[in-house]
């Protein structure tokens, strides 16, 4: 069935699909740890039981959450080996330590306190738990740290060289490598876009609840606490992404030719263009909407300066052009209606209006996964952008795949297909059911689920915890 297909554009295709549906739940629990070590926090400073009842929700569904991105993320590996082994093979000596890193460091913080954090509530200390909690927080954020160090010098590489077997290994020191020109400006920007995607979550959360009852103590704190977060972070990250531009125009410009949709340079200012369509026979923008100068004002901070085209890179060493363009905008466009979310909450509780705005609720419940298309966007501009390199400018993806016929990958890209939608879609259809569900005074603890394996005639925890989950 797949026999008149390209393998390589199959294995590229499966790839995409699975770090796509990976890369959600990282984006989610990233942001999700950091906001339970926040209310566990002022909860045990202002022993104010909402704050309470909140970590135990909210506990809920980073549980699921976290096991599905570990899940997900498993398989991740393995099709480093299967799809693309020449890859794995080339770079593993700078690629496979840092990996290795992100378990030893990351992996393993993460796993011996995330059983604290989940089931020790009741038989640990609250300082001890919240120890705990703080530890599976900084886990996240170091798992990061790697996975985004590696990902940075597959665009940026530095620190390298070529053994006699023609692998790339680290010549300058592992400091070179972990820190290559593009890794501080991604770091910021993805963890800021996770924290970001949990704001808007719980803000959705929140707004949802307070549509049935805006008098609902856990969603006026859960709204208000979303809100002040994205009224924050949202500019802030308008600033990082600009600077990871910046960044980005230095070391890969093709990218930032495509993403602007400039096939001609511009030796006079060039313009902003804010849509069109890409005609790639042409090599032009058609229908094109757009401002004088305003891209040379963005980039160079000059309206005059000049702008080299993709005209001036050759048509092998281009990235697509149509995808780069619109995930970009997506990404931007999404970005600047979470500014204004943000800011339209700032307003409400200026004027005291906060938690009776039935619009700015709507709003803040339709944004509510604004933050997942945004960060999937922003992945795609950046691999995409990084095309037809897997390495860049180093490394050609064509050069990188395993030696696959086309239905043997198109067999296991419909098998992903499926697997994914069936699994994933039970979880997140449990998680959404707790979302709707929300969070009650007194709420119970994950720990008083069922201590026994629960057969005929379980009773007390089991059935109960059973019951609800029906």
Do not use: C
């Amino acid at each position: 069935m797949f026999d008149a297909f390209d393998p390589i554009i199959l294995a590229r295709i499966q790839f995409a699909f699975t770090v796509s549906f990976h890369f959600i739940f990282p984006a989610f629990s990233i942001g999700l740890a950091s906001y339970l070590a926040v209310l566990e926090g002022l909860w045990l400073r202002t022993q104010n039981s909402v704050y309470l009842d909140l970590f135990k929700f909210w506990l809920k569904i980073f549980a699921v959450t976290f096991a599905m991105g570990v899940v997900s993320g498993i398989v991740m590996s393995y099709q480093f080996g299967t799809n693309w082994a020449v890859f794995s093979d080339k770079t593993g000596p700078i690629l496979g330590p840092l990996l290795a890193y992100e378990v030893l460091t990351a992996f393993f913080l993460e796993a011996g306190f995330l059983g604290v954090m989940l089931f020790g509530m009741s038989k640990v200390g609250p300082k001890l738990h919240f120890a705990a909690t703080l530890m599976v927080a900084v886990g996240t954020f170091i798992s990061a740290f790697w996975i985004l160090s590696a990902n940075s010098w597959m665009q940026t590489p530095q620190g390298w060289g070529i053994n006699d077997k023609g692998q790339f290994v680290m010549v300058d020191g592992w400091l070179s490598v972990i820190f290559n020109p593009s890794f501080p400006y991604r770091l910021v920007h993805t963890v800021m876009g996770a924290y970001l995607t949990t704001a808007l979550v719980v803000g959705a959360v929140g707004a949802w609840h307070l549509l049935r009852d805006n008098a609902e103590p856990h969603a006026r704190k859960m709204f208000a606490m979303a809100m002040g977060m994205i009224v924050v972070v949202a500019p802030l990250q308008i600033l990082a992404g600009d600077e990871h531009g910046l960044n980005t125009l230095e070391y890969q410009p093709a990218k930032v030719m495509a993403m602007e949709g400039h096939y001609q340079s511009h030796p006079n200012g060039a313009p902003l263009i804010l849509f069109g369509i890409p005609n790639a026979e042409k090599r032009r923008m058609d229908y094109s909407i757009e401002i004088p100068r305003a891209s040379s004002l963005i980039l160079k901070h000059d309206m005059n300066a000049p702008l080299a085209g993709l005209d001036t890179v050759p048509l092998n060493k281009q990235p697509p052009v149509a995808i780069l363009f619109w995930s970009f905008r997506v990404m931007v466009g999404l970005g600047l209606a979470m500014l204004a979310l943000g800011l339209w909450g700032l307003i409400a509780r200026l004027g005291g209006k906060l938690y009776d705005n039935v619009w700015l609720h709507r709003s803040a419940l339709v944004m509510g996964p604004a933050g997942f298309v945004a960060v999937i966007a922003g992945w795609i501009t950046t691999e995409v952008g990084r095309q037809p390199y897997t390495v860049y400018g180093l490394l050609r993806t064509v050069d990188s795949a395993s030696p696959l016929a086309a239905p043997a990958v198109g067999a296991s890209l419909i098998a992903f297909v499926v697997v994914y939608f069936a699994v994933f879609g039970v979880g997140t259809w449990y998680i959404l059911k707790l979302m709707a569900a929300g969070a009650h005074t007194g709420e119970r603890d994950i720990d008083n689920a069922p201590i026994r394996t629960g057969g005929v005639g379980s009773q007390g925890p089991a059935r109960e915890l059973a019951e609800e989950i029906a």
